[in-house]
């Protein structure tokens, strides 16, 4: 009601004030002029009334913001979740990051014509702070199996027995991959 009264106090000034500029100012552009200021004046007035109505009420609807102290208790089981979510999330992606990198270096293993490798074990260093990756730490190459089908048995070899592969083959494989993956060759174990 006070805004209500206060625009038409300030309607009433300013129409008293622009005719009495119309009755003193001379006929010419002027006179235009004056009543575009006087016509903006009332529009202003206008809208700082409806802009503080709308202040107004949009302050009625943020009244439940309270700047009180939050959930202690809630805030620490948001925050545990968080941290188990987060730790279920990073086990994951360092066992599929695993596995993956395994298959990779099987893949790699199996371009070697010379040696057949049934499986590959990788092994990670933990990584220095939390959230930080591990490092690669050491590949096992377990060898094994047959490339592209049969194998080729000596004649007079036992079934069921199967030739050693080449030391100097498994050496080169042992290299290719501690290459492609930069570690030492020491950090590239073979098994049979």
Do not use: C
């Not at 000034?13 to 005719?19: H, K, R």
């Not at 086990?91 to 014509?113: C, F, S």
């Not at 498994?170 to 570690?183: C, E, H, I, P």
């Amino acid at each position: 009601m006070d805004a209500l009264e206060s625009l038409v106090r300030e309607l009433v000034v300013l129409v008293i004030l622009a005719v009495v500029l119309e009755l003193l100012l001379p006929e010419g552009d002027l006179r235009r002029y004056v009543r575009m200021v006087l016509g903006l004046l009332i529009i202003v007035a206008v809208l700082q009334t409806a802009v503080g109505f709308w202040n107004r009420d949009l302050a009625a609807d943020l009244s439940w913001v309270t700047l009180s102290r939050p959930d202690q208790e809630g805030t620490r089981e948001i925050i545990r979740e968080g941290e188990r979510l987060w730790q279920l999330g990073q086990t994951q992606a360092m066992t599929e990051y695993e596995e993956g990198l395994a298959r990779q270096i099987r893949a790699l293993a199996g371009l070697n014509q010379e040696v057949a490798v049934a499986d590959v074990d990788v092994r990670f260093a933990p990584g220095r702070t939390a959230g930080e990756p591990g490092r690669l730490e050491e590949v096992i190459l377990i060898l094994g199996g047959e490339h592209g089908g049969a194998a080729e048995v000596p004649v007079g070899a036992q079934l069921g027995s199967r030739p050693a592969p080449d030391p100097e083959a498994v050496a080169r494989l042992r290299g290719l991959v501690a290459d492609f993956y930069g570690l030492t060759p020491e950090q590239v174990k073979v098994r049979q």
